[in-house]
Structure formats: C-alpha cells, structure tokens
C-alpha cells in the first residue's frame, strides 16, 4: 500500500539508523514512479510501465560534491507532481514530463544503467527524502534485502596523514555485533555531515587503536587535507581508490570523465574498464577496453579487462584471440596465463 511505503521512508528519514528490512520489503512489492522528459502528450494524463529493455531519459539530481548521479523516486504520482512544483522544473522545448510508473521490484535493474548512477532517493516531501546507495539499489534489484547493519570498510590505502593543528572531534556510536564501544572521528573543517552517513563508514587505524569515519565524510577529509598539506602528491589517485573500495561507482565514473577532459585519457579509460567490470556493464566494458587496446596496447589492464567482458557477454571466440595476443604480449603473466587457460583449455600446454 501507498501509505505503508510512505510511512516507511518517513521512518527511515527521521531515524537513519533504524533496520530498512520493512522498507525494502515495501518497495520490492510497491509500484514507484520515475520523473522523465518525452515528447508532448495528448489531452490527459497516460500512465506508462516501462519494459525491462527500455532506454529513458530520467530526470535526476548531480551531487555537487562528487558528481554521481542520484534519480528521484517516488511511491506516488501526487509526489511526482510536488516534486516538479517545490523546484520549479521547467521541460526543454517541444517535451513534456512523464509520471512513469513501474510494476513493483522492475525500476532497480533499469536504473543501474543510468550514466554515473550513484543510487536513488525516495522522495516524499520537500526536504524530505531518503538515499539508496547503488550496492543497495543492486541488491533490490536481484530481489534481495541488504545487510541491516552498517556497511565497514577498511582504508583504502596504506595509510592518511593528518597535519598538526588539524581539528577533530570523537564520539560514541551506538554499537553493533562484533564491536562493544566504536567511536566516531569526524573534522569539523571537511565538510558537512548528515546522520544518514553512518550507514557507511571506513576504519581509520589511529596507532593501536581505531576509529570510524562515515565515508562521505572521508572523501571530504581528504580534500581538505589535501588543502592542510598533508594529502601528498596522490589525492587524486587515493581518491578514485577510495571510491572504488567504497563501491561508489557513480562518483567514480564522475571522476574518470573529470581526468579524461583534462588530458588524462588513458588513466580515465583504465578506471571506467574497471568500474564497468565491478558493475556489471560488460558490453560497455568490452567495447572501452578493444578501443583501449588499440590506442595504447602496452596497457595490460585493457587486457585483462577486455579479455574478462569479452568472455562474459558471450564472445569467447574473440576473448580466446586476444589473449593469445595478451600472452605474447606479457609472457609470464600468471594472470593473463589463467584467463587464457580457461578461455582454451589446450593453450595451457602451450
């Protein structure tokens, strides 16, 4: 029912870190909405179901901060239209916006296809809404519920310095299995913090002991100590690791078309092969590496990549010549070696 799913995410805003098992539950059984733009219509109102093999143009929000792309959704048409009302959306000439319905569960799969998706907010008021992040919006997608507790990670690189005369604050956290007492590191300077950011949280060692730092919070953290002196000469570089080790791939994608457009094309290319990869976008991630390939063959990940994506959408004739290729390439590549022994079980004897 529409008033259970509404009153489940106004539940999940108000308290974050309450379980979503109910709300999940809600939406894989709920018909939601999608804000798009289409050609004009006719006299009335239409309501259109999406197929599952369907392409739209969704109306979505860019973070300012990172650059994902976060869609809008909605468990009623009246929220559609609130909505468009409270920011004042305008078409662009000769397209008009759609209340796109979808049957209940099929909204998620489509919506892993949208350039730089980041995840969903549910929205139901204006300045009211709550975030799905993509690993959670992949799970509903497969029909399944996401861990209840708050997702960890660790550092995603050997270590962060923090200047002297840096700001800090610490708190506890309510705990959870497997820690009695965890404790909160936030810096004051970095950015802003939300309450829905301790669903995610990266561990932070601090000598002998740790701390946790929402993730978002951590990506602002480094941008400000990049700013105090103390991020190095590899912001960026721990920036995108920090993003992939975060499976935020969204907000990575942002920053590999960031690198391309500032002359960085090849790097670019390797981090989109890799997040396609993790993301399942294999014909995507196929077509990238073969071009990769062709401009910079010395590029061993356009290999490997290449040769995985091939494999996985079927084309294994093709996955087999290029790495034959690859292994003349890089002779004693264990990896290249491995996937070479799959694709041809004979080449192993070779």
């Given at each position: ?206 000598g002998a002991k ?34 992939l080790a975060f ?104």
């Open positions: 029912m529409v008033e259970n799913l509404e009153h489940l995410i106004r539940r999940a805003a108000v308290d974050p870190r309450l379980p979503r098992t109910a709300l999940y539950r809600e939406l894989l059984r709920s018909e939601t909405y999608l804000l798009t733009v289409d050609a004009p219509l006719e006299d009335g109102e239409v309501k259109r179901v999406t197929k599952s093999d369907a392409s739209f143009p969704v109306w979505a929000d860019k973070d300012p901060e990172l650059g994902g792309v976060w869609v809008p959704l909605f468990p009623a048409r009246d929220r559609v239209r609130d909505f468009v009302a409270a920011r004042r959306l305008t078409t662009p000439k000769g397209k008009e916006f759609l209340w796109m319905g979808h049957m209940p569960g099929q909204v998620f799969n489509l919506l892993r296809g949208v350039h730089r998706f980041a995840g969903i907010k549910l929205f139901l008021d204006p300045g009211l809404s709550v975030s799905v992040p993509w690993t959670e919006v992949r799970a509903l997608a497969e029909g399944k519920i996401a861990d209840e507790g708050p997702k960890r990670y660790e550092l995603p690189f050997e270590r962060l310095v923090i200047p002297a005369g840096a700001r800090l604050s610490f708190g506890r956290m309510k705990p959870w299995v497997g820690e009695e007492k965890p404790v909160l590191m936030l810096m004051p300077d970095a950015g802003r913090f939300a309450p829905e950011d301790l669903r995610r949280l990266v561990r932070l060692p601090l740790h701390a946790w730092v929402p993730v978002r919070h951590f990506l602002q953290m480094l941008r400000r100590l990049q700013a105090l002196g103390g991020g190095g000469g590899r912001y960026l570089e721990d920036l995108f690791a920090s993003l499976e935020m791939y969204g907000e990575a994608e942002a920053l590999c078309e960031w690198f391309a457009h500032r002359g960085h094309e090849a790097y670019a290319w390797v981090g989109l092969s890799a997040i396609y990869g993790r993301c399942g976008r294999m014909d995507e991630c196929a077509e990238l590496c073969v071009r990769g390939l062709a401009k910079y063959p010395e590029e061993r990940s356009f290999h490997i990549n290449g040769i995985r994506a091939l494999a996985a959408i079927g084309r294994a004739e093709e996955a087999s010549r290029y790495a034959a290729a690859a292994a003349r390439r890089f002779p004693g590549d264990e990896v290249i070696a491995g996937l070479r022994a799959k694709l041809t079980p004979a080449a192993a004897a070779l």
